[in-house]
């Protein structure tokens, strides 16, 4: 890769590691479902008149919006709400990059070379040893629910494969028009009426600007980015950035929140990456592109 697409991805791992954080903060002011409810809408709404027609059918913006939308970035901000830290859920979501080799095998018939399943056990060691120490604490719940969101988000990769769209960024914004609605339901239902309007009749600078970072710069620049670097080279050679993410993520987290990882967190965490780097730098496969396509 040349310096410059270098700089390019390393810019995008950090906007994506800072947006756990924006996430964190946006968990003050607003609660899980409808701060993810409006992070949909800021996304989709200035989008959507740049973008064009839908470059795929209904079924899969419907689809993989459910799946993509309201159940991973539902369960990842519920976790994060109950306590998950920024940092360490920057690292676990990465696990998608293995539940989508798994589901790739389970659903497309695909065969898992030796490096991928030694990176799959290595990495799944690295989640046992990470729930270890959060059953100590008080997020075990929370990390349980990032987990599934990254089980999510790898169904939803396949997902994104199959609808074979021609043009990601155009299927990631008309995906964005899907989970409000659900999610608005949700908030209604679990959150209640009462909160939602507390919440919207009190916003701070903090709340507002947590949306717009995490729609705009993590979304919409981010994944404008990574969809370049993807027209530009293999995704074998991209998706190993996307490590980063966790990186820049416990960084951030420990410089803006004053979050700090237990020494097994973080030889867990460790263990964690060179197990989805084996599982990312295996030779090409038909999963190569949707490992790495979808961001957050």
């Given at each position: 890769?040349?310096?410059?697409h270098?700089?390019?991805?390393?810019?995008?791992?950090?906007?994506?590691?800072?947006?756990?954080?924006?996430?964190?903060?946006?968990?003050?002011?607003?609660?899980p479902?409808?701060l993810s409810?409006l992070?949909?809408?800021?996304?989709?709404?200035?989008?959507?008149?740049?973008?064009g027609?839908p470059c795929?059918?209904?079924?899969?913006?419907?689809?993989?919006?459910?799946?993509?939308?309201?159940?991973?970035?539902g369960?990842?901000?519920?976790?994060?709400?109950?306590?998950?830290?920024?940092?360490?859920?920057?690292?676990?979501?990465?696990?998608?990059?293995?539940?989508?080799?798994?589901?790739?095998?389970?659903?497309?018939?695909?065969?898992?070379?030796?490096?991928?399943?030694a990176?799959?056990?290595?990495?799944?060691?690295?989640l046992?040893l990470?729930?270890?120490?959060?059953?100590?604490?008080?997020?075990?719940?929370?990390?349980?629910?990032?987990?599934?969101?990254?089980?999510?988000?790898g169904?939803?990769?396949?997902?994104?494969?199959?609808?074979?769209?021609?043009?990601?960024?155009?299927?990631?914004?008309?995906v964005?028009?899907?989970?409000?609605?659900?999610?608005?339901?949700?908030?209604?239902?679990?959150?209640g009426?009462?909160?939602?309007?507390?919440t919207?009749?009190?916003?701070?600078w903090?709340?507002?600007?947590?949306?717009?970072?995490?729609?705009w710069?993590?979304?919409?620049?981010?994944?404008?980015?990574?969809?370049?670097?993807?027209r530009?080279?293999?995704?074998?050679?991209?998706?190993?950035?996307?490590?980063?993410?966790?990186?820049?993520?416990?960084?951030?987290?420990?410089l803006?929140?004053?979050?700090?990882?237990?020494?097994?967190?973080i030889?867990?965490?460790a263990?964690?990456?060179?197990?989805?780097?084996?599982v990312?730098?295996?030779?090409?496969?038909?999963?190569e592109?949707?490992?790495?396509?979808?961001?957050?």
């Amino acid at each position: 890769m040349k310096p410059i697409h270098i700089a390019l991805a390393l810019l995008v791992a950090a906007l994506w590691g800072i947006n756990f954080v924006a996430i964190k903060i946006g968990l003050k002011d607003f609660p899980p479902f409808l701060l993810s409810a409006l992070r949909f809408l800021a996304v989709a709404i200035p989008m959507l008149f740049f973008v064009g027609k839908p470059c795929v059918g209904w079924r899969w913006i419907v689809s993989i919006g459910l799946v993509f939308g309201v159940v991973k970035f539902g369960l990842l901000f519920l976790g994060m709400d109950l306590g998950m830290p920024a940092g360490l859920s920057s690292l676990v979501l990465q696990a998608q990059a293995l539940f989508t080799v798994l589901f790739a095998v389970l659903l497309l018939g695909e065969r898992l070379r030796p490096i991928q399943s030694a990176g799959i056990v290595l990495a799944a060691g690295g989640l046992v040893l990470i729930g270890i120490e959060r059953a100590q604490e008080t997020s075990l719940a929370g990390l349980v629910l990032v987990v599934a969101a990254a089980c999510a988000w790898g169904y939803a990769n396949i997902l994104m494969k199959q609808a074979k769209a021609p043009n990601m960024l155009n299927l990631i914004v008309w995906v964005a028009v899907i989970p409000p609605l659900p999610m608005l339901g949700l908030s209604w239902i679990f959150e209640g009426p009462d909160r939602i309007l507390a919440t919207l009749t009190a916003l701070s600078w903090s709340g507002i600007l947590s949306v717009l970072y995490i729609a705009w710069a993590s979304t919409i620049v981010g994944f404008s980015l990574w969809v370049y670097l993807l027209r530009l080279y293999s995704a074998s050679v991209v998706a190993p950035f996307s490590l980063m993410v966790p990186v820049f993520g416990i960084a951030a987290s420990a410089l803006m929140l004053g979050e700090q990882l237990s020494a097994l967190e973080i030889a867990a965490g460790a263990l964690t990456l060179v197990g989805l780097l084996c599982v990312v730098r295996a030779p090409k496969s038909r999963t190569e592109v949707a490992v790495s396509a979808a961001r957050p």
